[in-house]
């Protein structure tokens, strides 16, 4: 299977999510945040990190509860706004 590759934008929004993820997981380990999650910490660290900037909605709905985020807020967040 061959995958599309990304545009520039949503390489971007997938930046944004890992930055936000970041900032939301504060001084909690990657490990502890990940296992509450029920993802691997390495999943995690791609996310965070913007290797994988199209993660799965449970993924992202699963983070988004063990780091006590509304989705709606993440997901606002993480929509990108055009420049004129």
């Known amino acids: 299977m061959v995958r599309t590759p990304l545009t520039p934008e949503e390489r971007e929004r997938g930046e944004r999510l890992g930055r936000l993820l970041r900032e ?44 006590r985020l509304s989705t709606d807020d993440l997901a606002g967040a993480c929509v990108l706004t055009p420049t004129t």
Not at 27 to 33: E, F, H, K
């Open 24 to 67: 939301a997981r504060g001084s909690r380990s990657m490990a502890d945040v990940a296992a509450e999650a029920g993802i691997s910490a390495e999943t995690l660290r791609k996310i965070e990190t913007g290797r994988a900037p199209t993660p799965a909605f449970f993924t992202v709905a699963a983070l988004a509860a063990a780091l």
